[in-house]
Structures are given as C-alpha cells and as structure tokens.
C-alpha cells in the first residue's frame, strides 16, 4: 500500500506489512492520543477491520486489535471511551470511499490466526522511563522497577504505615487499572502468586494468578511512625479497597488522568510479560526425530518475514535460524 488517509484526529499511513498511526496535537485532540504520538502496528497484531457511518456527516474506520496482541488495550481491558480509542480513524463522510478502499486492503492482509489471542505483544509499550501524580503518591517506573512515594495529604494511614514501596518487574504478574473517569480509578500491581480481585479488569501474563492472598507489607520508617523505604517485604492479606493497598495507587478528579496512568500501567505490563517470557525454560522434545526439509524451510521463511517486519531483532532472527538449521 503504501498511502496516507488523512482523518480528523490521526492520519493512518499504510506500509506493506504495517500501519503507522500519527496523531495530530491540536487542541481538540485527547491527551492519550497526543501523550502516545505515533504507533506503528503491524498486520499480524489486528483481527478486524470495519468502516460504519460515524456521527454528524463521518464515517470512521476502526481496526481492532487481537486479544494479547497490544499492551495498552490489554491493560485498558474495554474501558477507553470510542473518542479515546487509538485504533479508530473518524473520516469526513466524502472520504468513505477511500477509507472503504483501505478497510478492504487491510482485511486481505489479515493473517489466518487473526481471531487467536496473540502469543505475545506485537505493538509497542510506551517508553519508561514513566512517572504520574495520583491522589495518594507518586508512581513512577524506570523499565525494571515500579516505585510508589506516598503524599501526606492523600495517602491512607494503612499506605503510611507500610512505607514507600519499590516493586522489580520479577516480582509481578501483572497490573490491574481502573479508568480516573470513573469513581474509584487506580493502578494496583499484581505480585506473582496473587489472587486478581478484579478478574474484568486485570492484565496479566496468566502466570501466577492462583487464588490466594498477597500484597505488599512494608516495615515503617525509623521512627516507627512514618514510611519506610525497603522494596522486599513480606507477604500479608491483600486488601480489598485499592486505598488500602501499598500495592496501589489511587486517582481521579484531576489527578493521574487517563493519558498519564494508561501508558504507565502498559509500560509496566509490557516488562512483565518480557520479563515471564525470558524466564521461561525452552520446551524439550523427548525422542524427536529430524524434521521435515520442507517444513524447516517453510519456517525459515515465515521467521525471515517477521524479521523484516521488525518483529524479531537481528539476534532473534541468527539464534532462531540456527536452532532451525540444526533440526536438519
């Protein structure tokens, strides 16, 4: 393809095996859209394309992604309003024949797996390093460790008493986010072998979530009273309200606005599943047998097409090939 259709908020340029998504920064624009910049998302990550009228003399072009296939709608889990979705083009209603044309495009390219959950993120997570001002602290994140620094006037006494808290990626399984729009929104991290209280609305690796309990103790501060700094406490009760949670941070109402705590909590998701990913051991055949010259081909090929879609670094795509070629 390689063309440019040009919508009220984004502009979409279509590449052979991908879409690059720019949006625009004016006023009218929301601040997720302007916070996020551009996405580029590849064929292989979509599951559908539609094109249906829109509202006022608009027709909009929506692309939806596969389940597991990008970090920030995982960790969104359906709650993004349609104005705040990135994956829809709102179009003036003369341009639907071109956007028709795109949709039809897209759709032709779409993969025989495309209404399977993606085995792993094929969207980009924002950058870390990441930080936003909630109610009750401030979270921030630098790629490997997630840090909450409680604030006098809105931390509960329960979030003092356990201290500032610092969380590795390790530790976790997942997060869980609820919208500022509503009425109690936050982010809550999940450590491994915690119970997701929210199963709607948690975004995980699928690792770890048994039921039980969890959370996060702190010792308190040296004096006894205020809040400590150590970051590997040990396990206690979870609590219920995220208020109460040192696990958590609590916004709304001005503080931690959609377009700051959605991309944290999918920077923070997308070092998780990373990080479960490289820890997991590399399944072992017993007793197979050479594979077929054919299929091994067939394979090489398909991994040289990812390559060149960048789905796979340079090291991925020589590791992978080796370990291919030795199946011969």
């Known amino acids: 393809m390689g063309d440019v259709l040009a919508g ?5 340029e279509f590449d052979t095996d991908s879409v690059l998504i ?6 009218r624009t929301p601040k997720l859209f302007q916070s996020l910049r551009e996405r580029r998302v590849p064929h292989a990550a979509l599951s559908s ?3 249906t009228p829109g509202k006022r003399g608009t027709v909009v072009l929506h692309a939806v992604p596969r389940p597991g296939a990008d970090p920030l709608m995982e960790a969104a889990a359906g709650q993004l309003k349609d104005s705040c979705d990135p994956y829809r083009l709102v179009l003036p209603a003369e341009r639907g024949t071109s956007a028709e044309y795109y949709a039809d495009a897209l759709c032709a390219v779409l993969g025989a797996d495309a209404a399977e959950p993606a085995e792993r993120f094929l969207v980009a997570a924002p950058e870390a390093p990441m930080q936003f ?3 009750d602290g401030r979270a921030g994140f630098d790629g490997q460790r997630v840090s909450f620094r409680w604030f006098w006037t809105g931390a509960s006494t329960a979030k003092w008493k356990a201290g500032d808290q610092t969380f590795g990626v390790t530790e976790l399984s997942g997060v869980e986010w609820r919208s500022p729009e509503g009425l109690e929104g936050y982010l809550r991290l999940v450590r491994r072998g915690s119970e997701c209280l929210t199963p709607d609305g948690c975004a995980g690796t699928g690792m770890g979530m048994e039921a039980g309990t969890a959370g996060m103790g702190a010792a308190p501060g040296p004096d006894g009273t205020g809040p400590g700094l150590g970051s590997t406490q040990s396990l206690s ?3 219920t309200r995220a208020d109460q949670d040192p696990a958590a941070v609590v916004f709304g109402l001005g503080y931690g606005p959609v377009h700051e705590s959605l991309p944290f909590a999918a920077a923070v998701l997308e070092s998780v599943r990373r990080n479960h990913s490289a820890a997991a051991p590399a399944p072992v055949l017993a007793g197979a047998g050479r594979r077929d010259p054919s299929d091994i081909a067939d394979r090489i090929r398909h991994l040289g097409e990812l390559h060149r879609a960048g789905l796979v670094t340079d090291d991925e795509f020589s590791a992978k090939k080796a370990q291919l070629l030795a199946e011969l």
């Open 237 to 239: 009760p979870r609590p």
């Open 49 to 51: 394309v539609t094109l």
């Open 8 to 12: 009220i908020q984004a502009t979409w």
């Open 133 to 135: 001002k909630a109610y």
């Open 22 to 27: 720019r949006f625009e920064r004016g006023i």
